[in-house]
Structure formats: structure tokens, C-alpha cells
């Protein structure tokens, strides 16, 4: 999955929700609250990274490392859910 | 009795635009009187009431009715709550849904059409037969995939179509809808009106849910089929609008705010209008939408019930149909003194033939009838 570019699912708008104070995923007649973590990810997930720059620009934004195995479960369970559609890279 | 907890903000607001509709569905759930509350709120009142919705927290919006595409201002209102970041949902039969109205949706920034299939004639048994009817739904739903929206459908189920629910699946797929909900008739205004001739047997609604089963797990790649069952058979109260005062806030035609679109109907409670008071004024202060907030206001059987946080005693509006008393635990739960009348109104169900009496089909004529009469 590394090399797949995710973006948001049909239907789903990301965005920050001043009364929840926290960044939200809109779908037909919903709404899921993203934690903070959930919602740096998504923020990202824009169809013009991949899921290795994605994690590589967070491990720099948070001067961290080692977040590959969390970004990528994270994405893998929201692209189950269809918050995310993950293009595979062809060729 | 406990102080209502703080709500949070709505999550709904829900703009009921107008009641005129050019349909006459017997299961309608618009107030009977509907005929009586002629006046709506102009284009600013509702620019106004979108913004007071989206500053108090509400991220979803529905644009519903009537039929909301008789208003010719609807694009500008779902422009506006489009900018305003509300998810924006227009619920409609499609009637007068045209190719130009779509691009201008499009244009403004619409999210989300659910399309309900109601019957276009009096002819309720032509539902599924009258080609007119599968035409124009055809054409919306085309017209409605060719600009990327899902297709989502939403079909009434009662007595008189339930027999022939995989006939109405398989249309359904025929349209190429993603998601369907069959909910079956909620016994409220013009429904409640119809009861006798909508609810179906025992035997109608087993059959009818095997069928759903079937059809879901032969879709499933490609439809999503939700089956809402009715509370009257399944003896279980729901937690009517998700608990009163606490996701949805409906604005009428005329700009008054309930808690739930029926709920105009409860004696002793007055409601605001959204001329008269702004829309956080109305969500947390107004006595109207404190009423029935959280459980204090319950009486026994409801006060000492394991379940009160989980269904909050069922629907007022019922209860008050039903009981004669808003504050009753809701009849369809068996702990209620008169769930005989819900069980005599399904025992009515099960004889064959059930009614005869002629449908009531919701119009304005029949409803100003109906309001001189006081009824
Ligand atoms: S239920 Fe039927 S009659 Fe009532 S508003 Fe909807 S389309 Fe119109
Ligand atoms: S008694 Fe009231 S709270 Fe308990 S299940 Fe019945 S309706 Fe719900």
C-alpha cells in the first residue's frame, strides 16, 4: 500500500469544526469526530501523496519517527470504511 | 426532577422549505393542517436561519418539504449553506427535478440528493406499474449519476407495496442506486390518518424482510439495502430523532422550530418562530425545546426503567396520539397501560382484506377540510 496515493472517498468532505474542536469527516446524514492523530492523516490524504510521503512529511512536521505502522493501519481501516480510496500507482 | 444535562449543538438543521408539494402520498407525514400554515419565509429569513444554524454548530442540512424544488430560490439557499460548510442534502421526489436545476445544484456546491419514491398518481397500486412514474424516475436518476452524485432512494413501504418489495429492489438496482432504504410507514399525521389500510400483517412484513435478505446478499457489491422496521411490530420504542432536542432542529415553512417535524401537534407546548427569536435562543433556552430533553420529565413506567437512556420512553408524539398524554411511555412498548392499542391496531392487521375504507390522500383541500372540521 506505500505507493498508493489515498484520497478522500465519494461523498466524504474533511474538514475543521470550530464547535466540535476537532477536524470531522462529513458523509450523507453523518458525521465522524477524527482524533488528532485521525485527523493530521486526512488532512494529507489529498490524492497527491502517497502513503510513504505521508508518513515521511508527518515524521518530519512531529520530529518523530517510526509512525509508518500506525499511519498505514490507520488508512488501511479508513479505506474499508471508504472515508479513503487508495490509487495504486500503475505501471 | 433532574435538570436537563447541557445539550450540544444540533447536528441537524433541517429546512423544511415548503409544504407544497405536488404529490399527495397517504403515508405523508406533513402536519394534517398543513393547509393552514400557507405563509413561508422569504429567501433572507432562510439566508438568515442558515447562518444562525451553521454559527450554533450544525453541520448537516437537508433542504426537504413538501417538495423543496417548488421554492425557486432553492439554489441560492444551498449555495449559501454549501459556502457556510454545512454538508448539504436535498431530499426530493424528483418532480421537476430538470437537467438545468442539476447543473445549478452542481454549481452551488450540493453534496448529496436522496430521492424518494413516492407515487406520482392516486393510483397506489400503479406504484410500480405506471410507466410514467419509472420514466421520470429514470430520467432523475440518470440525470442525477451523470454529475456524480450517488444514487441513493428512499422507498416508503405499507400494506399496499410491501408484497411487492423485490420487484421495487430490482428497480431500484435498475436505477443504479448505491443505497436503499426501505422504511416502513411511520403512523403519524397522514399516515396515522391511514393506518388501517397501510399497516401490514405479520406474515406480509417476515416475508417481505426474507426477501430484503436475499436481494442484500445478492447486491451486495453494489447496493447497500437498509430495512427500517416498523415500532409497532417490533413491540421495542425508538429513540425517536435521537432524543428530543438533541441532533435535529427542524425549521418549518413558516419559520417555527420543533425538535422533530410532527411535533407541532403536542398540546401545551408553544414554539418558537425563527422571526420572533434567534436560533441559539431556540436550541438552548426555549421551553418548547427543553421540554423533553434527557428524562426528567418521565412518569412510571419509564422512571424506573432500565432502558430509559437507551430509547428515552419512545416518541412523544406518539405517546400523544396513542395515550392521550405526551408524557406517556410510548404505547408500542409492552410496559405501556395502553399498548392494547397498539396491539389492537395489529390484530386489525392481521384480518384479511383489512380495510375498506377509501384512502385519505394528503392535500391542501383535504387538509383545510379537516382543520374547519377540527380534526
Ligand atoms: S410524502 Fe409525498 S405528499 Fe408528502 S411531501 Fe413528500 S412527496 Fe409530498
Ligand atoms: S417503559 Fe419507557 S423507558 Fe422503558 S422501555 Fe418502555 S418506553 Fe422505554
Known sequence: MNDGTPRLGHGFRFQWEPAQDCHVLLYPEGMIKLNR?????????????????IVAELEQTFATAGLAGEVESFIAIAVEKRWLRLEQETR | MNAP??????????AEVTYRCPLHCVFCYNPVDFASHEHELSTDDWLRVLREGRELGAVQCGFSGGEPLLRDDLEILVGEAR???YYTNLITSGVGLTEARLDAF???GL?????SFQDSTREINDFLSHTRTFDL????????????????MNVVIHRLNIGQIGRIIEMADELGAEYLELANAQYYSWALLNREQLMPSREQLRAAEAITDEWKAKLADRMRILFVVPDYHEGKPKKCMNGWGNVFLTVTPDGTALPCHTARML?????????DSSLRDIW??????????????????CRDCEHKEEDLGGCRCQAYLLAGDAEAADPVCPKSPKHERVLDALAAAERPGAAQRPLIFRDPQESRRRCAEGA
Not at chain 1, 39 to 50: F, H, N, Q, V, W
Not at chain 2, 9 to 14: E, Y
Not at chain 2, 268 to 275: D, I, K, Q, R
Request: with cysteine; proline share 10%; aromatic share 8%.
Open chain 1, 37 to 53: 492523530s485521525a485527523g493530521e492523516i486526512l488532512a494529507r490524504c489529498d490524492g497527491t501523496r502517497s502513503v510513504r510521503g
Open chain 2, 5 to 14: 444535562r447541557q445539550p450540544g449543538p444540533p447536528m441537524w438543521l433541517l
Open chain 2, 83 to 85: 459556502r457556510l460548510g
Open chain 2, 106 to 108: 452542481k454549481a452551488a
Open chain 2, 111 to 115: 453534496d448529496h440528493i436522496q430521492l
Open chain 2, 137 to 152: 424516475k429514470q430520467k432523475v436518476a440518470r440525470m442525477i449519476r451523470e454529475r456524480g452524485w450517488p444514487m441513493v
Open chain 2, 267 to 275: 398540546p401545551g407546548l408553544s414554539f418558537p418562530n425563527v422571526g
Open chain 2, 284 to 301: 438552548y433556552d426555549s421551553p418548547g425545546f427543553n421540554r423533553y430533553r434527557g428524562t426528567g420529565w418521565m412518569k412510571q413506567p
